[in-house]
């Protein structure tokens, strides 16, 4: 009997795929404090994990372990290298959540540009006579730059498209190919794009590479009036520059579905203004993408186990055969 780990709830859907194999017995605990997690994984061969930090401290002491499947594609909240080290696959729900997260895309995209929440104020506050001093920004021939083109970039492209918006993609690993298939024009390097994008929408994986990669002096690049939009990961962006790109009034708006600290504290600046248009990191909360995504993680512990775990869906695929080979040719 291999005992599966569920650190915090997930769809039905995902429990019945585990609960499909009579060899699996799931395990679930109330809390993810780092002593709750380190006497929860000890016995665990399999950990399904959605936000809770599973940090070297508490993974050392999982014996037994052979996989943890991630509910969501990010691994910023795990300690990935210790994993890989001890030949542990760490699995993602690849593509299950990403279509959710390109339509969050496009509406806070319209939200920002169109002053939804304002609005929405005005109105209710029977301030209506103040209608006339917002103007919208068109998405129609606005210039979107889209920073990563893989799996939710890919789905964001022709969304724009079909808004009329002159798209450019921009990845360290350009699919030039698809991008010209897609009508979009390909670069390598985002920041010449900068001076003259409308919007500039990130769809990059945080690591040490990406962090802070929009910073003061990418912020002050963008051109001005620009929207930010970040649905990827809070580091990505600095928010103290992006603060004061709002406050000098350089930047028009920004879109955050995510933050550097999650979740923030109370008196955070970039809460209070008008001109951030805020969503608590759910993205992908629509109800098609929490199934997917909980069958797709139980799915995949229940291939590793087996031996069969997909490599699209394998996080760490590239530290493991590395590893394996170094340790071939001792």
């Known amino acids: 009997m291999k005992r599966v780990l569920v650190t915090e709830d997930i769809h039905p859907r995902g429990y019945e795929v585990l609960e499909s194999d009579p060899g699996i017995e799931v395990v679930r605990i109330d809390g993810i404090e780092p002593e709750t997690l380190k006497a929860a994984v000890r016995d665990a061969d399999g950990i399904l994990v959605r936000s809770a930090k599973l940090t070297t401290d508490v993974l050392e002491g999982a014996a037994n372990l052979k996989v943890v499947s991630r509910h969501g594609v990010g691994c910023d909240s795990i300690d990935v290298a210790h994993l890989s080290a001890r030949g542990i696959p760490v699995a993602i729900a690849a593509g299950a959540n990403a279509r959710s997260v390109a339509e969050h895309t496009l509406a806070l995209m319209l939200a920002s540009a169109r002053e939804l929440p304002l609005l929405d104020t005005v109105v209710k506050s029977g301030r209506w006579a103040e209608r006339n001093n917002y103007r919208a920004m068109d998405l129609i021939g606005a210039k979107v730059l889209i920073v990563g083109f893989g799996r ?25 190919t698809l991008a010209a298939e897609m009508g979009c024009r390909g670069v390598e390097d985002f920041r010449p794009e900068l001076a003259d994008a409308d919007f500039v929408t990130l769809h990059v994986p945080l690591d040490e590479t990406t962090r802070h990669l929009v910073g003061e002096k990418e912020l002050a690049g963008m051109k001005p009036g620009a929207i930010l939009i970040n649905c990827a990961r809070g580091g990505i962006v600095d928010d103290d520059a992006l603060l004061a790109a709002l406050q000098s009034g350089h930047l028009r708006g920004a879109g955050l579905d995510v933050m550097d600290e999650e979740p923030p504290v109370p008196d955070h600046p970039l809460i209070h203004r008008t001109d951030v248009v805020m969503t608590p990191h759910n993205g992908a909360g629509a109800m098609s993408a929490a199934i997917a995504m909980a069958e797709m993680s139980a799915r995949n512990i229940l291939d590793a186990f087996a031996g069969e775990l997909r490599e699209d869906c394998t996080f760490n695929l590239h530290a493991l055969r590395v590893d394996g080979m170094e340790k071939q040719s001792a």
């Open 152 to 176: 939710i970039g890919r789905l964001v492209a022709p969304l724009c498209k079909a808004f009329g918006m002159d798209v450019v993609v921009a990845d360290i690993a350009l699919d030039e």
